[in-house]
């Protein structure tokens, strides 16, 4: 891992490059691994034993929520993280980047990132990473705190990869929560 002393705007621009890098390497390696494992913490015979605790906040979700879980929930979801963080450093070790692939600044943000992940308020997360909601962790997911049969993965992509292969459709777009919202319905179309 480098460590950043420098905070000269080059340097600031170098660390949003690499925290950009790093994220997008990162969430795809991670979100392949989770959704699944996220479909299957909620299948019949396991949601009400372990996942459904998470899910009991839905209105007024926060970056806490992330760790209101069982043991087993606790541990499983964020090791997906890390199986994607070990398998983005594996790969650029294989192409000699592994001092430069990483710094303290991008595992700042990258914690931050992972935090927002289930932030109520979008807004937080898109200030770190200003993508499109489908993209955005925060927002893609918080789709899925709302309709729990909806959006297991954290991104959009991870979720049609999966859909693809179990031939299902579990997707929802993140905009037609806050259109809902603004026109007081509840019911997704």
């Known amino acids: 891992m480098f460590l950043v002393g420098d905070l000269s705007p080059m340097s600031l621009c170098r660390e949003v490059l690499r925290f950009m890098v790093a994220l997008s390497c990162i969430g795809m390696f991670s ?73 303290n600044m991008v595992e700042l943000l990258m914690v931050l990132n992972t935090l927002f992940s289930h932030a109520h308020d979008v807004r937080c997360a898109s200030l770190i990473v200003p993508v499109p909601d489908a993209l955005n962790f925060a927002a893609y997911h918080r789709v899925h705190h709302i309709h729990p049969g909806n959006n297991f993965g954290l991104t959009l992509p991870s979720d049609l990869v999966w859909d693809a292969l179990l031939g299902c459709k579990t997707i929802r777009n993140p905009a037609q929560i806050d259109e809902q919202r603004e026109a007081g319905t509840s019911k997704i179309k």
């Open 31 to 103: 979100d392949l691994i989770f959704s699944p494992m996220h479909r299957l913490a909620h299948h019949r015979l396991v949601y009400s034993k372990s996942h459904k605790v998470h899910h009991e906040y839905t209105n007024k979700i926060t970056s806490l929520v992330l760790y209101h879980g069982t043991y087993l929930d606790d541990f499983l979801m964020p090791v997906t993280t890390t199986f994607g963080s070990f398998l983005y450093v594996w790969l650029s070790s294989c192409v000699g980047c592994q001092l430069s692939a990483n710094s």
